[in-house]
């Protein structure tokens, strides 16, 4: 009976995403080899240098992943609760048995190994938050129903955030929103969490800078344009009525128009004044909302009040909450300030790398800036600058194709499953791929800032492997099994 159940996993199993999983391994293996080797370095296997170091964390991820694909899939569903608390217990735990390293206290060493359990709290959590939602009787059909999900992934969120400060562990969690917007969750969540990033970037980086007539900054009238447009937007689709558009946009340019006009004057706050027209704006769409029944329109309402206050807090979150060194790393990226030997440093030295490999790149072992150690973390967060010295655009390109294959493989694994539990675990696998892949890739070349968020299967480290690993190695177990499972 279990040679035959060992038969069914392995014919069962999705034998196409392993090959990727292997290829990715292999390929970020060489390139930790890379970035790390020097010329009095003769083998790959060195176990004295980080290629060598990897090598073994490789060979345990497939002693792992071959653990997980033998467990009765029924214990992935059993024990997702147990699991998660057990894990909830640790993370708090991981502080007071850390040391700090460039301010995280998320290592826990043992013996000659450093684990940071950050990383295994995603899968997890993924587990937990399947089984809460997969559940014969849960139907996401309003916001009460996503107060526990948001529960499930916003505790070890902030346990991670705040008591161990590793901010990129944490952002990580943002992905289950993708998730969540799978199994119908109102778009208008989403598009407030793409609002607060815009509103907070405009406020941040024009907020300083004045305007030429009047009184007021540029940042804080762009965020009250910005504002103006989205409830204009919304009252004109839920309640379409003719000339309504016309008459909105012709009376916020006379107030405008009036405004410059009186600045002759008197002088005029051009910001503030901006501000009214969103407030009254917002009782408009209410009054549409509450008479004609629109309440969809309330939501635009809320929104709109609230962002109000968001934009006015945004300047002392950036200057009283985050860290200085954050602070600095955003005002690089926005321009606002070039420290490139310093907070600047990493992404210039990126960019160089990557820009230096040009189409075909130097050749492997052979990249300037990856020998002399220009790159700090090179072999860690930043391990794509030396693909794109070494292999050039084309390896680049090559890299995130087969990234971008491996993510879709996933979706289709996560379309054909048999139970909801699986399918939301699935979508929360690709979901997690897909956020580190942007948000690493993005930092590497400059269009984000730096968080610390490793390559997936590339990046140099034992806890990242394995926590991808169970990821994956979980889900094809599910997968595997899925001819058993009756949706």
């Known amino acids: 009976m279990g040679a035959s159940r060992n038969g069914s996993i392995l014919q069962n199993v999705d034998w196409p995403t392993i090959g990727m999983f292997i290829g990715l391994v292999l390929f970020g293996w060489l390139n930790i080899y890379g970035a790390s080797y020097n010329f009095d370095q003769t083998s790959i296997f060195d176990f004295t240098n980080r290629a060598g170091k990897q090598f073994v964390w490789i060979l345990g991820s497939l002693v792992l992943g071959g653990t997980l694909l033998l467990i009765d899939y029924k214990t992935y569903d059993l ?6 608390g057990l894990m909830l217990l640790l993370l708090i735990a991981t502080p007071f048995l850390a040391h700090d390293i460039k301010g995280s206290m998320s290592w826990i060493s043992l013996g ?6 950050a990383e295994f709290a995603k899968c997890i959590v993924a587990l937990a938050v399947a089984k809460y939602m997969g559940q014969y009787d849960y139907k996401l059909r309003g916001w009460r129903d996503l107060v526990i999900p948001f529960a499930l992934i916003g505790v070890p969120c902030l346990i991670i955030m705040i008591m ?14 993708l998730v969540f ?9 989403l598009w407030s969490c793409v609002a607060a990033v815009v509103l907070f970037i405009t406020s941040i980086r024009f907020g300083a800078i004045p305007l030429p007539i009047g009184t007021g900054s540029v940042g804080m009238l762009s965020c009250m344009l910005l504002l103006i447009g989205v409830e204009i937007y919304f009252v004109c689709k839920e309640h379409p009525v003719k000339w309504q558009l016309t008459i ?11 405004g410059a ?10 910001d503030w004044l901006a501000v009214g027209l969103v407030v009254a704006l917002s009782l408009y769409t ?27 807090a945004c300047d002392l979150v950036f200057t009283r909450v985050l860290q200085p060194h954050q602070r600095t790393r955003i005002e690089v990226l926005l321009g606002m300030k070039e420290d490139l030997a310093g907070a600047g440093y990493n992404v210039n030295q990126a960019r160089i790398a990557i820009g230096s490999g040009r189409f075909l790149g130097k050749g492997y072992l052979k990249g300037t800036q990856t020998k002399l150690q220009f790159v700090p973390e090179q072999d860690t967060d930043f391990i794509f600058c030396t693909v ?18 491996f993510i879709l493989r996933l979706v289709t694994i996560a379309e054909r499953q048999r139970t909801t539990f699986t399918q939301i675990y699935a979508y929360s696998v690709a979901s997690i791929f897909l956020f580190h892949l942007m948000i690493n890739v993005g930092m590497v070349l400059g269009v984000l800032p730096v968080i610390g968020i490793p390559l997936p299967f590339f990046s140099y480290g034992g806890s990242s492997l394995w926590g991808f690993t169970m990821l994956l190695f979980i889900l094809l177990r599910l997968d595997a099994a899925r001819m058993e499972q009756l949706r």
């Open 261 to 270: 006009l009186i600045n002759v004057w008197i002088t005029v706050p051009f």
């Open 388 to 405: 794109g010295e070494e292999w050039g655009f084309v390896g680049s390109v090559g890299v995130l194709l087969l990234y971008l294959l």
């Open 181 to 189: 917007y799978r199994q119908g969750m109102t778009p208008h969540i």
């Open 79 to 84: 024990f997702a609760y147990v699991a998660y």
């Open 164 to 177: 161990q400060r590793e901010t990129g562990s944490a952002l990580v969690f943002a992905a289950f929103l």
């Open 286 to 312: 209410l009054v549409v909302a509450v008479y004609y029944r629109r309440y969809g329109l309330i939501w635009a309402t809320v929104f709109g009040l609230v962002c109000i206050g968001y934009t006015q």
């Open 112 to 117: 000659p190994v450093s684990l940071q359990p």
């Open 248 to 258: 909105l946009l012709v009376t916020v340019a006379a107030v405008f128009g009036i």
